[in-house]
Nanobody
């Protein structure tokens, strides 16, 4: 199994940038699809981005061109670089993973979840 811990969330001004990290432990993370989801108060959890072990990526339309997901298998981490942040990006961001290849957008595909890290974008 894989245990995930997110970090990097904080208060940032609109238009600014932030980098989130997800540290994994347990089974080798390199064979997993890793993804970021987010959930704002009163809203459902939504897909943000995913990356598989061959380097393929997928993004939600709302973040495409602004966010970049990456992974460092040697460090067993997954990152989310967020640029040109908007107030609507404010949410708790969660790292998730499952042992597969498909860049799934459905949260129920993912077996492992981190505790979340809060991102707040002010205007």
């Amino acid at each position: 199994q894989v245990q995930l811990v997110e970090s990097g969330g904080e208060l940032v001004q609109a238009g600014g940038s932030l980098r989130l990290s997800c540290a994994a432990s347990g089974r080798s993370f390199s064979s997993y699809v890793a993804a970021w989801f987010r959930q704002a108060p009163g809203k459902e959890r939504e897909f943000v981005a995913a990356i598989n072990w061959s380097g393929g990526t997928a993004y939600a339309d709302s973040v495409k061109g602004r966010f970049t997901i990456s992974r460092d298998n040697a460090k067993n981490t997954v990152n989310l670089q967020m640029n040109t942040l908007k107030p609507e990006d404010t949410a708790a961001y969660y790292c998730a993973a499952y042992p597969g290849m498909i860049l799934a957008r459905n949260q129920f595909t993912y077996d492992h979840w981190g505790q979340g890290t809060q991102v707040t974008v002010s205007s």
